[in-house]
């Protein structure tokens, strides 16, 4: 138990990962058995309990890899709060097993918007552009110089003085598109391959988060006519993994996106950097997340979408690669208004040491 300011009052049990004996723990400020990086949350933590008095919670590690679910809730005096701190070191290492091995959960649900022959196709694009682009410049000359004796003609439906200087270009998309295609082929391809596990890669969000949005194209013209992209320019950069994090964004965006009930309503995407962290969130007019399952969202196998064949295991996943990479995931719904999902990243000049937060 705690006072209002963070002082302990009292202690019930040992706690050698956090330096916490049972002896000479009276008037000690518990914040400074907090490793640094985790003290800030714990501060705004403490304030929202004694202002709201309801109860608060986030999950955090230690330097020995232990992890810990830190509860604040309040007691019966408004001066005082009881914090409850419990291993959940078995847990986690139960949860990271199911992101490695558990990744068709994005795969299934993506898998219905690919069609399996769509490689073919495009790559007969491809190639047919590439010769039509090339019969094009061979032509051109004698049509121009049909032009020079003649005068402007009809071509196509336009004027020929028109489609000299648009027609090589036209080419040039279709070459440009047809490359996009296969781009985004090797994306979903690549959520499929075993990664390497480090986390050490500099990542530009801004270009996950589009690559990210291309993928889901499909998608987003299914389910709504107003998807708004915001992306701030020239954002610092974090470490991490990028296949992961695409994993993360798509699986939040495909969420947001199927918690419309029609296509007039909005799903917004926006990146910025605020203070030392970068800051991706996903705001949708959906209808919402109950309060009672709002805290159980994260949890494997979770989910309200049985209708529509959940796994529960996306958003689980999800917030296990943001607390790898040293962020924090934070939602916030009301039933029949919609949903935004906050995640936030510290910027590559941060710190290594872990700040692995998850909030509701």
Request: net charge negative; aromatic share 6%.
């Amino acid at each position: 138990m705690i006072d209002r300011h963070g002082y302990i009052l009292f202690n019930n049990r040992n706690l050698p990962s956090h330096n916490l004996s049972s002896e000479n723990l009276e008037g000690q400020r518990f914040a400074e058995l907090l490793p640094q990086t985790h003290q800030y949350r714990y501060s705004q933590a403490l304030a929202k309990v004694l202002a709201s008095r309801q109860m608060e919670s986030f999950q955090y590690s230690m330097q020995d890899s232990t992890w810990w679910e830190l509860r604040l809730a309040p007691s019966k005096s408004i001066d005082h709060v009881i914090l409850i701190i419990r291993d959940i070191t078995q847990q986690r290492q139960l949860q990271s097993k199911a992101m490695k091995h558990s990744r068709f959960a994005t795969m299934g649900v993506l898998a219905a918007s690919v069609a399996h022959e769509i490689n073919n196709p495009n790559n007969a694009i491809h190639f047919n552009a590439n010769i039509l682009h090339n019969i094009c410049q061979d032509v051109l000359p004698i049509l121009q110089e049909y032009y020079d004796v003649h005068g402007d003609y009809s071509c196509g439906g336009m004027n020929f003085s028109d489609v000299n200087q648009k027609l090589l270009d036209l080419c040039q998309q279709i070459v440009a598109n047809s490359d996009r295609i296969k781009q985004i082929i090797y994306q979903l391809k690549r959520l499929a391959r075993k990664e390497p596990e480090s986390l050490q890669e500099s990542i530009n969000v801004a270009e996950v988060v589009s690559d990210s949005i291309a993928i889901l194209h499909h998608q987003i013209n299914k389910y709504t006519k107003h998807f708004i992209v915001h992306i701030a320019e020239n954002l610092p950069l974090i470490k991490g993994h990028a296949q992961q994090l695409e994993q993360v964004f798509i699986n939040v965006i495909l969420n947001a996106l199927q918690s419309l009930d029609n296509r007039e309503k909005t799903v917004t995407v926006t990146v910025a950097f605020e203070g030392n962290e970068i800051v991706v969130r996903v705001v949708d007019q959906g209808a919402g997340i109950a309060p009672e399952h709002l805290a159980k969202i994260t949890e494997p196998f979770f989910t309200t979408k049985f209708d529509k064949e959940g796994t529960g295991l996306g958003l689980s996943i999800s917030a296990n690669i943001v607390l790898e990479h040293r962020g924090i995931m934070i939602f916030d719904s009301k039933l029949k208004q919609g949903t935004t999902v906050k995640i936030a990243f510290p910027i590559e000049t941060v710190g290594s040491e872990a700040s692995l937060q998850l909030l509701h």
